[in-house]
């Protein structure tokens, strides 16, 4: 076999599935948000823009992602140095933080719904301690800010360890010589962290964050379990113009909209994590 032509032949499935599962819906996106019945048209986008909700819908989306993805990492930093530094137990530990990865968006959703509900465990505990006469509506309308609590917890404590599990990669590939030098030279726990540990991890960093965010924009299942059209996010109206209000069109111009934003977030990470050239391990 040609040794030149090895690497593009492995390259080959990869391509073709991002041809037929990327390019493809994303033409067919892009043609339908910028078409009507009278051809090429900006009218879905306009549509879009002058809809009562849409800007609600989009700081909802942002605020959401601004406060959940850096309390992700936090925790996914401090979750993965404990995991790391672990001589026994390690896997026991680390499969016990994954373990929300295993459910769905949806589950972990109506999870959480039967924490908050008026019949939940929260009012349950709350009358049961004498705290409260009677049970709190915690997610109806008139507490959006509640409702806002409910989705930043379930989406933290369903996918903190997909960051976490990621991190704990990237301590594993750190020299310890760096640390043992480090160590030599007085640092302390604090400052081997910060100048060994967080610099080294750059890469890793990069990763988790665009793929946190990106899912952070994405957000669907949990608000309509916990919020329901109460809280509109971007993903939620895509989903209404498509399916509720049945207007294609516009349910592709907010799709094209997300899409920008992974993008631009995506090249925020790519520019302030980048790895110096010519850096290795």
Request: net charge positive; glycine share 6%.
């Amino acid at each position: 076999m040609n040794t030149k032509a090895l690497p593009y032949l492995l390259l080959l499935p990869a391509t073709l599935f991002l041809l037929v599962f990327f390019l493809y819906p994303f033409l067919q996106i892009a043609v339908l948000a910028f078409s009507g019945p009278e051809g090429f048209t900006l009218k879905p986008f306009q549509t879009m823009a002058t809809h009562w909700k849409f800007q609600t819908t989009l700081w909802n989306t942002i605020l959401l992602t601004a406060i959940i993805v850096p309390i992700q990492l936090v925790m996914a930093l401090s979750m993965a140095s404990i995991v790391a530094k672990l001589k026994t137990g390690r896997n026991t530990i680390l499969y016990i933080f994954t373990i929300p990865l295993g459910l769905s968006d949806l589950a972990a959703g109506i999870i959480w719904l039967a924490i908050f509900e008026q019949s939940g465990f929260l009012n349950s505990m709350l009358v049961g301690l004498g705290l409260t006469e009677r049970p709190i509506l915690f997610l109806g309308y008139q507490n959006l800010w509640m409702i806002f609590v409910a989705v930043i917890l379930a989406e933290v404590w369903r996918a903190t360890a997909i960051v976490m599990v990621i991190l704990v990669s990237g301590m594993g590939l750190i020299p310890k010589e760096y640390y043992e030098a480090a160590e030599v030279f007085g640092a302390g726990p604090w400052k081997r962290f910060v100048k060994v540990t967080l610099p080294m991890l750059r890469p890793s960093l990069q990763t988790a964050l665009i793929l946190r965010t990106i899912a952070a924009f994405e957000v669907f299942a949990v608000v309509v379990a916990l919020g329901g059209t109460t809280l509109p996010v971007l993903m939620g109206e895509t989903f209404n113009w498509q399916f509720a209000l049945n207007d294609r069109n516009v349910a592709a111009a907010y799709a094209l909209v997300i899409l920008a934003i992974s993008i631009a977030s995506t090249l925020f990470f790519l520019r302030v994590l980048r790895t110096p050239k010519g850096a290795t391990i």
